[in-house]
């Protein structure tokens, strides 16, 4: 199956400044690569996602770009704000079940005030 | 739309006792996710449905787990008996026909003393 690596596990930033996660994947398949910010005590939400027939996607200060052919994607945050602060996961739709997504280990992001 | 409904959202209980965590899926669709959070092994996969009928059970840990859907919004996750290694964050979540969007409730934490 699809194997999601993430990096890195923590990332601490100043409010104001720019923070970026960056996953790779190991199935050449995966056509579909969301992320999801988690925070405490509720379940993950969707953030942004991206297919594989483009290379970058954009919505206000959040980012994703995805490099098939060496078969990584990042997100990327601008002016961070403290609200930011959440634990942030990059997944990969793997085989051929709609849905079935394999989640990287998750960044915990800590924007400081 | 309420979302995905989880209950209950905490529950304590003793290792050797029967859990029993619900899920109603959003409205119209029709796949359902389960999943368990650890710190130590992130989001992992339990068992999905579509239209009712269980897909891939491969990431149910061991029998004493079980999972069902009686009807095309509800699911239940079961655990019996329950140990001391099943603590952990469960979510379910649920995925329309033709979406990629998979929306995830809000968690049931499970603490088996």
């Known amino acids: 199956g699809e194997n999601v690596e993430q990096h890195p596990s923590t990332l601490s930033v100043q409010e104001g400044d720019s923070a970026v996660i960056k996953c790779t994947y190991s199935?050449?398949?995966?056509?579909?690569f969301p992320w999801y910010k988690q925070e405490l005590g509720k379940g993950p939400q969707l953030i942004i996602d991206i297919r594989s027939n483009v290379g970058e996607k954009k919505d206000q200060r959040i980012a994703v770009t995805l490099n098939k052919t060496a078969k990584h994607f990042s997100l990327h945050i601008t002016e961070t704000q403290p609200e930011d602060s959440a634990v942030y996961f990059c997944?990969?739709?793997?085989?051929?079940?709609?849905?079935?997504?394999?989640f990287g280990r998750g960044t915990q992001l800590t924007v400081w005030p | 739309d309420a979302g995905v409904i989880q209950s209950p959202r905490h529950e304590v209980t003793e290792m050797g006792q029967e859990v029993t965590l619900r899920c109603k899926l959003i409205?119209?669709?029709?796949?359902l996710f389960w999943y368990r959070q650890t710190m130590m092994r992130g989001l992992e996969l339990l068992i999905y449905f579509n239209n009712n009928v269980p897909i891939d059970d491969s990431g149910m840990p061991e029998d004493r787990f079980s999972a069902k859907m009686p009807n095309a919004s509800f699911s239940t996750l079961k655990i019996q008996p329950s140990e001391p290694r099943d603590s952990a964050v469960y979510f379910c979540a649920s995925l329309g026909s033709g979406a990629n969007v998979l929306t995830f409730g809000a968690g049931s934490r499970l603490t088996v003393l």
């Open positions: 409205s119209g669709h029709n796949s």
């Open positions: 199935d050449s398949a995966s056509n579909y």
């Open positions: 997944a990969a739709e793997g085989g051929s079940t709609l849905g079935r997504l394999y």
